[in-house]
Every structure is written in C-alpha cells, then in structure tokens.
C-alpha cells in the first residue's frame, strides 16, 4: 500500500499523559499536513510542513502541542499533559505539486486519541 | 480567510434518485475546491476536485460537481443514489501547498 499511513489507529490515555503519533505520507509527498477532527466536525488544520521545515502552525496548536519532520519523510506529532478536550481524531494527509495529482492531498486514515 | 458552508447537516435520498449536497464557499483569488468522503471509522478519501477548466467535475464512483462562480457554490451530486453512498460528505476549499479549510459535513443517507 503506497499510501498515508498514520500509526497508532486508536489510543487511549489518561488525562496528563503524553502520547506520540507517527504519520507517514507518500514517499515523494514533499508537503505534510496535521489536522484535527471532533465528533460531528470537519477537520481543522493544525500545521503542516515542507520537507523538515513547519511552515505553519494553526492557534488551536497549544503550547502542548509539537509536531516534528526530521529528515523530511515521516513526522510525529506529541501531546503533553493530554486533557480531555484533546480527545479526537487526528489526520496526516500529504501532498506534492510535481505529479498530475498537484492540489490534491491524501488523507491517513487517522489515529483516534481517547483521553479518560 | 477562506470557508465553506454546508447548510444542511442531513441529506435524506431514496435509492435511485438524484442526490445533491449543498456546499458554498468564500475565498480571495481563484478557489480550489474539493470533496470528500468518510465512512465511519475510516479516513477521509477524496472524491473531485475543481481547480480549473469546465464548470462540471466528474469524480470516483459516479459523483460530479458543479462549479458555479457567480453563486459561489459547488455542489455535489449524482444521478443515482446508492444505498452504499450512505456517509458523510466533506466540501473543503485550499489544498496543494495550502491548507484545507472543511465544512462541517454533510450526513447523506440513502434509504432503500
């Protein structure tokens, strides 16, 4: 399959744990994307990066917030301190303008974070 | 700052009918719009787009949409409607080296 991954699928935590999830996009996707998505809403942007650089990051990304893109390929997003209100799934999606495809990006299949 | 707005929460079609899913949207420049699909407990996965060219968009699974500038839509619809097509319905505006900006979804039901 040559498409987003997003690992774990599902966590479950306890309110002030940390947690860590890993996206992997499409391996030429240069552009990668973190959004949010609660019960009953469309996703929001969170931020996103070009190769290792994190071009921007949306004000819902709170101080316990950080996502990171070292070498350009796979990224991982870390909470701390979890709450509550953090309980949702978050998408990785990815995209490139270098193939017919341009203006499109694909979307992971998410990971659902459950905070109790 | 761009939007979209999809002003009903629910669409109720019966099996074989056309269906349409409003979206309008807001946006400085030339709008790239899209839909999505999610099936529950799955990610989203895209539909169509609109970046340029003709008016109508045809996309996965018999899906096509309208662009319509004047109005500022872009509606999805489908001639037919499948008991499968039941899902919620994602128009989104941005994409390639911007972000997406989504509307609150719209839950299509298709009733046998």
């Known amino acids: 399959d040559t498409g987003v991954s997003q690992d774990p699928r599902h966590k479950i935590t306890k309110r002030g744990q940390n947690v860590t999830f890993r996206c992997d996009p499409i391996s030429e996707h240069n552009r990668l994307y973190w959004y949010r998505q609660t019960l009953g809403q469309g996703p929001e942007f969170l931020t996103y990066?070009?190769?290792?650089?994190?071009?921007?990051k949306s004000r819902l990304l709170s101080d316990r917030f950080s996502a990171e893109r070292p070498k350009g390929s796979f990224s991982t997003l870390e909470i701390q301190r979890t709450e509550q209100g953090d309980s949702a799934m978050y998408l990785c999606?990815?995209?490139?303008?270098?193939?017919?495809?341009?203006?499109?990006?694909?979307f992971g299949p998410g990971t659902r974070l459950t905070v109790l | 700052a761009q939007s979209v707005a999809q002003p009903e929460d629910q669409v109720n079609v019966a099996e074989g009918n056309p269906l349409t899913v409003k979206c309008t949207y807001s946006v400085s420049g030339n709008p790239y719009l899209f839909w999505y699909v999610q099936y529950p407990n799955r990610g989203l996965q895209f539909l169509l787009k609109?970046?340029?060219?003709?008016?109508l968009v045809k996309g996965s699974y018999g899906f096509e949409a309208e662009f319509n500038k004047s109005q500022t839509s872009f509606h999805l619809k489908k001639p037919s409607a499948l008991v499968s097509d039941s899902a919620l319905y994602f128009c989104?505006?941005?994409?390639?080296?911007?972000?997406?900006?989504f509307g609150t979804g719209t839950k299509l039901q298709v009733i046998p």
């Open positions: 999606a990815s995209s490139t303008l270098l193939t017919s495809k341009d203006n499109e990006q694909f």
């Open positions: 609109y970046i340029t060219g003709d008016n």
């Open positions: 989104a505006v941005g994409g390639g080296y911007q972000k997406v900006t």
């Open positions: 990066f070009q190769n290792e650089a994190q071009l921007e």
